[in-house]
Structure formats: structure tokens, C-alpha cells
């Protein structure tokens, strides 16, 4: 068992290093979200968050996004016109 093991790893880290020398990647399940009209979502990223009373913070633009989406949410319902997912 222990060498069928080691020779199990041995052989899946030479396939490993010869795929990322030869620039294949594996693909993995994953979804990406496209806004697809930024100028709708703008207006609503700029606004202070309604959740918070602290002075304004640096936020990253994904983070503003994303914060911004779910408070177009929480104030409009589902509305899912101007995203698309894949």
C-alpha cells in the first residue's frame, strides 16, 4: 500500500509540473457575475452604506459592488435584469 502511495504521488506531481510547464490548466467548477450596465449601479455604490454609521472606509471596488447589488436588493426585490450569470 504504502509504496502503490508513493508512487501514486510521484506520478500525479510529474503530470502536475509537466501540465504547468506546458501552460494547461485544469478547469474547475466556477461562476462569474457580469454587471452589465456599471452606470445603474454607480449611483447606489457612491451612497453611504445605510448600514453603517462609521465614517466612511476604503472598500475595494469588488467589495462596493457587491454591497451595492445586495442594497439594490434588499430595497427593489429580486431584480436580476442587469445581471448575468455563467
Known sequence: ??????TRHTMLKAIDQEFR???IEIAFPQ???HVRSIEQALPIVRQPSKRSALPPRAVSPEDAMA???EEELD???A???NVETR
Open 1 to 6: 500500500v504504502e509504496l502503490f502511495l508513493r
Open 21 to 23: 510547464r506546458a501552460g
Open 31 to 33: 461562476q462569474d457575475v
Open 67 to 69: 454591497e451595492a447589488a
Open 75 to 77: 430595497a427593489t426585490g
Open 79 to 81: 431584480n436580476k435584469e
